[in-house]
C-alpha cells in the first residue's frame, strides 16, 4: 500500500486529548467489571499506533515521567508536530516514528507493552493495515498487557450510511483538497434538507446527524468522512479477529456508563442482557439495546476474573481526585440514554472529602454513607463523576517528578499567546490531561508573565494577548472594540479561574 492512498493527508489531524486512554482510567474501567486490570495498574511502557498530531500522547508522557511511551503514524506532518512538541517540552520519556503499519509489524520487537492505544483507526483503514495491526499486538503486546480501541460500530450508524457514501461520491467528483470537498458536501447535504428530503423525513436521526455537522469543526470532519477505507464493525466482529491475536479478549468498555445495565440498557431489556451467558452475544445485545453508534473497548491478554476480595484489594491501591472546583461540581450525568441524577446523600460526601484531600477508594468506603457493603455502591457513584470529567482516578505512586508537566504546560501557555490553542493541561499527579479553556490559558499567562497581581492587571495583560494577535475578545460572537468594556468581560471570566481553578492546579501538580 501506498503511503496516503485513501487517507486525508493534505490537511492535518485535530489536535485533542482523551482521558479514555490515560492508565489511570483504563485501570479503573477494568476494576468496575472486576476484571484484572494487568498492565494497566503499573505500566512500564505505552505504545500508540496512529497518534495524529500527537498532543494526547506527548500530553500523557509529560503526566506520566516514569512510563516509556512511543508512537508511530505514516503521516510526515503529524510525526513532524509531534517530535516538536517533545523537543520543546523536554520529553526524555516519549519517542515517536515515522512509519506505516505494515513497516512496524515487519520489523523485530520485544513484547514490551503494557498498553497499546489505538483511538480512532481501526474504522478508517485498508484490511493490509488491519492485519499489520494484529501482526503488532501479537509481537508487542505483553502477556498480562490491554488494548484500548475505539471505532465506528452498529447499529447505530446504519441509518446514517447514505450520508457518509455522499459525501465520498461528492469527493470523488470534486477537484480541489479535502477542505473544500467536505464544505461542498455539507453544503449539499445542507440544500437536501432544507429541501424536505424525504430521506431525512424518513430517518429523522440522520437529520439531526447533519444538523450536528454543520456545526462541528471541518478539519474533524473530513478525517471522519474523507478516506476511502471507511468501515463499520459489529462488536464480534472486533472481537473475533482480536481473538486472533493471540488470544485477545474483551474486557471492559472505556466509556464508564457502558459497563453498568441500569444505564446503558432500557428498563425492560435488563433481564434478557443479565441472562445472556455467552459475553460477546451479550455485548452485541447491548449494542442494539442501546443503538449504540461508537464503542471504546479495552482488550487484554490476561484479563482475569477477579474474586471480590483481590478486585477490593487492587481498588484499594487507587487514590481519587476532583478536577472541577468543588462549587461547579454537579450530579446529574450524561448516560447513554438518558440523563442520570446522582442521590446528593451519596455524592456530596465524597465531592466534600475529595476538596479536603485526594482520597483513596478505603478512605471514601469509609464514610459513613457508604462501609464494606457498599463496595459496588461507591464504585458506581466513582465511574459516573468520572465520567462526568469531574474526578480522576490515581494510581498511587511512591514518587512522582511534576518537572515534565510543568514544562509542558508553559509550552501550551506559550502557544497560546501566538494563537495556537490546546484544550488541555498535563497533571503529574493524576496522570492524565485536565480541561483548560481560553480564559484559563490567558490567565495562566499572566501569572507565568508577572502580570497577576490583581485581577485587573491580568485581564489587562489577557487582552494585550488578544491584541497582538489581531484579535478582539467576543461576547456571545460580538466582538468587544471598546477597552474598557474588554477589561471587564475578561475579568468576569478569569475570576473563577483564579478564585477555583488555579488552587486546584496547583493541588494536582500543574503549575
Not at 474486557?251 to 431489556?269: G, K, R, Y
Not at 455524592?347 to 464514610?367: G, H, K
Not at 467576543?474 to 477555583?500: C, H, K, N, Q, W
Amino acid at each position: 500500500m501506498t503511503l496516503g492512498d485513501g487517507y486525508i493527508t493534505d490537511i492535518g489531524y485535530t489536535s485533542d486529548f482523551y482521558s479514555e486512554m490515560a492508565p489511570g482510567h483504563l485501570a479503573f474501567s477494568t476494576l468496575v467489571t472486576g476484571r484484572d486490570p494487568g498492565g494497566a495498574l503499573r505500566p512500564a511502557r505505552v505504545l500508540e499506533l496512529g497518534f495524529g498530531q500527537g498532543f494526547g500522547l506527548a500530553l500523557l508522557a509529560a503526566a506520566n515521567p516514569d512510563i516509556a511511551f512511543e508512537g508511530c503514524d505514516f503521516n510526515a506532518a503529524h510525526v513532524a508536530h509531534a517530535s516538536d512538541l517533545i523537543e520543546t517540552a523536554g520529553l526524555a520519556n516519549l519517542s515517536v516514528a515515522e512509519a506505516s503499519f505494515e513497516v512496524v509489524a515487519a520489523q523485530a520487537g520485544d513484547s514490551n507493552a503494557d498498553i497499546v492505544l489505538l483511538h480512532g483507526i481501526l474504522s478508517w483503514v485498508a484490511k493490509e493495515a488491519e492485519d499489520a495491526i494484529l501482526a503488532i499486538l501479537r509481537r508487542r503486546l505483553r502477556r498480562n498487557g490491554v488494548l484500548y480501541l475505539s471505532y465506528n460500530c452498529l447499529p447505530g450508524w446504519a441509518p446514517l450510511v447514505p450520508i457518509r457514501q455522499l459525501i465520498i461520491d461528492i469527493k470523488r467528483r470534486h477537484e480541489g483538497n479535502s477542505q473544500s470537498q467536505i464544505a461542498a458536501a455539507l453544503d449539499l447535504l445542507a440544500l437536501l434538507k432544507q429541501g424536505d428530503a424525504t430521506y431525512f423525513a424518513c430517518n429523522p436521526v440522520a437529520g439531526a446527524h447533519v444538523d450536528a455537522m454543520l456545526g462541528q469543526d471541518r478539519v474533524y470532519l473530513a478525517h471522519e468522512y474523507l478516506s476511502e477505507h471507511w468501515r463499520l464493525f459489529q462488536f464480534s466482529d472486533v472481537a473475533a479477529r482480536l481473538g486472533e491475536a493471540d488470544g485477545l479478549g474483551y474486557i471492559a468498555s472505556a466509556t464508564l456508563t457502558e459497563n453498568f445495565n441500569q444505564f446503558a440498557v432500557p428498563a425492560n431489556l435488563q433481564p434478557l442482557i443479565a441472562q445472556t451467558g455467552d459475553p460477546i452475544l451479550r455485548e452485541t445485545l447491548r449494542d442494539v439495546a442501546a443503538n449504540k453508534n461508537f464503542r471504546r473497548d479495552i482488550f487484554g491478554r490476561g484479563g482475569k476474573i477477579l474474586s471480590k476480595a483481590e478486585r477490593r484489594e487492587l481498588l484499594g491501591r487507587m487514590r481519587f481526585a476532583p478536577v472541577v472546583p468543588r462549587r461547579r461540581q454537579v450530579f446529574k450525568f450524561r448516560g447513554p440514554l438518558n440523563e442520570l441524577i446522582g442521590r446528593d446523600d451519596f455524592y456530596s460526601p465524597i465531592a466534600d472529602l475529595l476538596t479536603e484531600r485526594f482520597a483513596t477508594f478505603d478512605e471514601l468506603l469509609a464514610l459513613p454513607i457508604f462501609g464494606e457493603h457498599a463496595v459496588d455502591r461507591l464504585v458506581e457513584c466513582l465511574a459516573l463523576l468520572i465520567h462526568s470529567g469531574q474526578v480522576v482516578p490515581l494510581i498511587i505512586q511512591p514518587t512522582m517528578d511534576p518537572e515534565p508537566a510543568r514544562r509542558f504546560n508553559r509550552m501550551i501557555v506559550d502557544r497560546a499567546r501566538g494563537g495556537r490553542l490546546y484544550g488541555y493541561l498535563a497533571s503529574p499527579i493524576a496522570g492524565t490531561g485536565i480541561r483548560v479553556d481560553d480564559f484559563g490559558l490567558l490567565t495562566l499567562a499572566a501569572i507565568f508573565d508577572g502580570e497577576a497581581d490583581t485581577l485587573l492587571a491580568a485581564a489587562r495583560h489577557g487582552l494585550s494577548i488578544i491584541t497582538a494577535l489581531g484579535r478582539r475578545p467576543l461576547d456571545d460572537g460580538r466582538a468587544l472594540t471598546e477597552d474598557d468594556e474588554a477589561i471587564e468581560f475578561l475579568s468576569a471570566r478569569m475570576r473563577p479561574v483564579i478564585v477555583d481553578d488555579i488552587p486546584l492546579w496547583r493541588r494536582l501538580g500543574m503549575l
